[in-house]
Each structure stands twice: as C-alpha cells, then as structure tokens.
C-alpha cells in the first residue's frame, strides 16, 4: 500500500481537495491538487488587468511556472516563486477556471506536469480528468459527487467565512454552469471512469468521507 496512485474526480464544490489533502496525510502520501494548478493560470491572466480571453490566457502560458510544495502539512502553490495558495480561492478566479481549463495547449501543459508527479508513486491526486485521462493506470480509481444544493451550500459557507459577502442562488447557478462546462468541453470533460469507485458525499461528514477513501486504499 506505500507507493499507491489515487486518482479522484468529481464536479465543483464536491470537496475533493479538502477530502483528498486528509486523506494523504493520513497516508502518508504527496498531496496533488491539479484544480489549483488551472486555478494558478486563471490568477497570472487576471494580473494582466485586462479582459479575460482565450487569446490573454495562451500568453502568459509559454514562462509560467506553477509548482506545488507539501509544506508543514498543507499542499502550498506557487506561480513563478510566488506563494498564491490564498489568492487562488477567489470569486474571480472561480468565474474564470472553466475557461481556462477547457484551453487545450493549457490541459496539455498541466497534465505533463501531473503525470511527471503521478510517476514517483504515494500520490493522491484529485481533479476533473484525472482517472480517465492523467492517471489512467492509478490503484485507487474514486468519482467524488454531491447534490448541486449540497455543494453550493459549502461553497457559500467556504466564502462566508473569509468574508465574501456572496449569494447561494448565484453560487448554486454558478456551479450548475461549471458542470455543463466541464462534462461538455470537448477535452477531457468531466465524466466517471468505467472502473472508479463511485461515491456521493451528500449528508455526509469529512470524516466519514475521508474514513471511506481511506478504506478503499487500504
């Protein structure tokens, strides 16, 4: 069980990342948020200060450097040496991830970098497209979900607590029109691996949901 590959999926606001970040302390294992690595890109274009479009997001692609640390317990990102961990987990940033996510030459280049970290093994690594498409080989294959009133409801209380003054209908319509985006996009959309393990967090706690993760990798 030392050196397992696990691969979680799952829509907006499932809870992957806080889920799978307990998870792989508990195992030991090296913490792979790909989310935040397309959240990171999404930050750089935002620091250009200029409408958002495809064209703007290629152009800060070619020297972009994101990198992902496990760092006193906790999975840190940094954008070019900059820690952005904090500033990542934005409102803006949360309108715009679809977009740049759903931009081939950016899949591309984040998924040479996933699978460069997916191949020293004791990895847990979660996303949209990580069983089907990054880690296909990975032991423990897991699509994380919720109800849309479930996820929005943590997101909004997510957001609240940093001081966000947001609205739970708007973030409902909001994630509701990242999983169109996501399960429609033409490369590598959001769908259930044939051979994942399915599982539906809605009503249940972090620990619950982290015990079951755990169980299926033991």
């Given at each position: 069980m030392s050196n397992l590959v696990v691969a979680i999926d799952g829509p907006a606001g499932a809870g992957k990342s806080t889920v799978a970040q307990l998870a792989a302390k508990e195992l030991g294992y090296?913490?792979?948020?790909?989310?935040?690595?397309?959240?990171?890109?999404?930050?750089?274009?935002?620091?250009?200060?200029?409408?958002?479009t495809d064209e703007l997001i290629l152009s800060v692609l070619p020297d972009i450097e994101v990198d992902l640390q496990y760092v006193d317990g906790?999975?840190?990102?940094?954008?070019?040496g900059r820690d952005v961990t904090g500033e990542i987990r934005t409102p803006e940033i949360n309108k715009i991830v679809s977009q740049v996510a759903k931009l081939g030459p950016v899949r591309e280049k984040m998924v040479n970098l996933q699978r460069k970290m997916g191949e020293r093994g004791?990895?847990?690594?979660?996303?949209?497209d990580?069983?089907?498409?990054?880690l296909p080989n990975a032991d423990v294959k897991i699509f994380l979900t919720a109800s849309i009133e479930e996820?929005?409801?943590?997101?909004?209380?997510?957001?609240?607590?940093?001081?966000?003054?947001?609205?739970?209908?708007e973030i409902q319509s909001e994630i509701a029109a990242r999983d169109k985006a996501d399960s429609e996009r033409e490369i590598s959309p959001l769908v259930q691996a044939e051979d994942a393990v399915l599982l539906d967090t809605t009503g249940l706690s972090i620990?619950?949901?982290?015990?079951?993760?755990?169980?299926?990798?033991?």
């Open positions: 090296t913490y792979i948020d790909t989310g935040a690595m397309y959240r990171a890109v999404a930050w750089k274009a935002l620091q250009k200060k200029e409408p958002v906790k999975t840190k990102v940094f954008v070019d004791a990895v847990l690594m979660d996303g949209r990580i069983a089907t498409n990054v996820r929005a409801k943590r997101r909004w209380k997510e957001l609240k607590e940093k001081g966000y003054d947001v609205d739970m209908e620990d619950e949901v982290v015990n079951k993760i755990l169980g299926m990798c033991r």
